[in-house]
């Protein structure tokens, strides 16, 4: 299930950023692949495997997340990000566009996709930094474990 994509503008970003004349949103520093949440993030993860099979991928306007229970990643479209002390807080797009309610071949309602992290608002989520390759997702119960940085190759 894809969300629409909204383009993040300056405007809608910390105004911090907006006023300081940086040309980079305030997440840029989260750009790139993860691993971990879902699981503990293993000691010796080479690029490849890495990067084959992402828990979390951060974008300019985007944040795509893996499931246990699906196969491709639900992509949730920024709408707000604001930087904290400690990390980033993310506000998503509603969420009710993502659940829409169809049927499968058989007629019977087809199961609601997880739209949020776990946490206690679908469509928001608080991001804490916790070193130069590490963060954490405080309160979603989908993420109980950091995450880890994909290596470069």
Do not use: K
């Amino acid at each position: 299930v894809a969300a629409v994509l909204v383009s993040l503008s300056p405007a809608r970003v910390v105004p911090q950023a907006v006023a300081q004349g940086s040309s980079q949103v305030p997440h840029a520093w989260l750009f790139g692949s993860w691993t971990g949440g879902l699981f503990p993030a293993p000691a010796n993860l080479s690029a490849d495997a890495c990067l084959a099979a992402p828990t979390v991928i951060f974008t300019r306007d985007i944040v795509l997340r893996a499931s246990l229970t699906d196969t491709g990643y639900l992509q949730r479209a920024i709408a707000t990000v604001r930087a904290t002390p400690h990390g980033f807080e993310f506000g998503f797009q509603p969420s009710n566009a993502l659940a829409a309610n169809t049927n499968n071949l058989l007629g019977l309602p087809a199961p609601q996709p997880a739209v949020g992290f776990g946490c206690l608002s679908a469509d928001a989520l608080h991001v804490e930094r916790h070193g130069e390759n590490e963060i954490s997702f405080p309160g979603c119960a989908d993420f109980p474990n950091p995450l880890v940085r994909c290596p470069s190759r």
